[in-house]
């Protein structure tokens, strides 16, 4: 009898693992949706909605910085809720950010316009942001905890860290779909007034959803092994801070190429193809939803391979690539060609990729388990404000001031050299799949925990 009971526990810790693998994959996507359905209405109507100014660039700028609001609260949701996975668990802070996100979507779909509100409309809008920034903030890093921290994970944790990641494009190919079928559904008047909230309101569906999988997933392996031995931190972000804070800097910087190249090569070449380059919406729109598409799968492979070759070899081969390819990426799409605007938007998608897929994993093997949620969660999410913020901003006010897009690629390029520094100094915590059950590889992410 007493041999089976280990057996019993292990297929329990197994099956709970997959959920989890389900819940972070679909929780992580359908956080991202409402973010990215605010980035997509940011950049094509709210400019018209919340802003309306002769100056087609100005009201872009101000819509966009609309979108920036949300990347500012960010790592104030890491540190808040970061605390709270650290001290009472994964799962319990992931319910709470999935009613926050959730719920702050779902407003956004009901706040008034300009014409209706005035500047209050504005007002509202930012503030149901920086609802939504809060909540993403803390949302990440329990996905990814959540995929990685179950006994079974050992050996394959690049692959499973890249299911949050996973989320993203598919967040993106959901927020795109329905953006653009609301779209279809109304004429450009009744887009104008009605049309453009159904995406928003549609998130209380999806929130519904999200519930649902994460109540279905126990507290995970490694945390319920913390709290049975007592090594919970009672503040653990003051603890991280005090001292772990030169790993939260350099993983922060470490994203900068990617983090800065991923709005770039989705919320902010929609603005530039309509606005600068005078393509089509709907254009526009097929292109970043077909490289969304793609970059489910890459994701997933980039994921996959870091277990094979190591987590930060790839991302420095990564940024290396994306450092190449920031000037032909300009090239492509400022050409006349449809057909070369494609290849140039599904071909950033699978070399930012590459930084993308292992990062989760990167990020959450640099900390040890006592302050893993708050370290992963703040390191990861003060690139918003350091990167991924700012870039659609920096890029706007590029082309108005230059009418080029090489001043982009140049901002592009200096954001890899910055990330590629970074990633040099932090260290390697690969775990490879050949381990053996108690070798030191595979004993690396379980010692962290009693770091």
């Not at 920034?133 to 996905?143: C, E, L, R, Y």
């Not at 890249?162 to 959901?174: D, E, R």
């Not at 319920?224 to 350099?250: C, M």
């Not at 492979?301 to 870091?306: E, V, Y």
Request: proline share 4%.
């Amino acid at each position: 009898m007493s041999n089976n009971a280990p057996a019993k526990h292990n297929v329990s810790d197994s099956r709970m693992a997959r959920r989890a693998m389900l819940a972070s994959a679909v929780g992580s996507a359908i956080e991202w949706y409402d973010f990215y359905v605010y980035g997509l209405s940011a950049a094509l109507i709210f400019n018209h909605l919340f802003f309306p100014s002769s100056n087609a660039y100005s009201g872009t700028l101000l819509a966009l910085s609309t979108f920036f609001a949300g990347f500012l609260t960010r790592p104030l949701g890491a540190m808040f809720f970061g605390h709270f996975g650290d001290r009472l668990g994964r799962r319990t802070v992931l319910l709470a950010t999935t009613l926050m996100m959730g719920l702050g979507t779902f407003f956004v779909g009901l706040a008034p316009t300009h014409a209706v509100a005035g500047m209050w409309g504005a007002v509202i809008l930012v503030a149901l942001r920086v609802v939504q920034g809060i909540g993403v903030g803390g949302d990440w890093g329990g996905s990814v905890l959540m995929a990685t921290e179950w006994n079974s994970a050992d050996g394959k944790r690049g692959f499973l860290g890249s299911l949050p990641q996973f989320g993203s494009p598919l967040g993106l190919i959901t927020a795109t779909i329905v953006t653009e079928a609301s779209n279809r559904l109304f004429t450009s008047d009744s887009y104008e007034s009605i049309g453009w909230r159904i995406p928003f309101l549609f998130s209380l569906l999806l929130t519904a959803l999200t519930l649902f999988l994460r109540l279905r997933v126990r507290e995970t392996t490694s945390f319920a092994e913390a709290k049975q031995t007592g090594s919970l931190r009672r503040a653990p972000v003051a603890y991280l801070i005090r001292h772990h804070w030169r790993t939260v800097i350099k993983t922060t910087l470490m994203r900068t190429g990617q983090n800065t190249g991923f709005y770039l090569f989705t919320t902010f070449v929609l603005s530039y193809g309509v606005t600068s380059l005078h393509r089509e919406r709907s254009t526009m729109l097929v292109a970043v939803l077909v490289a969304a598409m793609i970059s489910l799968g890459s994701t997933l492979f980039w994921g996959a391979l870091s277990d094979r070759i190591g987590r930060k070899r790839l991302i420095l081969i990564g940024i290396a690539v994306m450092f190449c390819f920031a000037i032909p990426y300009y090239v492509l799409i400022d050409s006349e060609s449809s057909v070369l605007l494609f290849v140039g938007v599904v071909l950033s998608m699978i070399i930012q990729d590459m930084q993308y897929g292992p990062q989760g994993s990167f990020i959450a093997e640099s900390f040890p388990a006592d302050v893993r949620y708050s370290g992963a969660s703040l390191g990861y999410q003060l690139t918003s404000i350091t990167s991924g913020g700012p870039a659609p901003l920096i890029a706007t006010a590029l082309v108005a001031t230059y009418q080029s897009s090489i001043a982009i690629a140049v901002y592009l390029m200096i954001a890899c050299g910055v990330a590629f520094v970074a990633t040099l100094m932090l260290p390697s915590v690969d775990q490879p799949p050949a381990s053996k059950p108690g070798s030191r590889p595979q004993a690396v992410y379980r010692a962290t925990e009693r770091a």
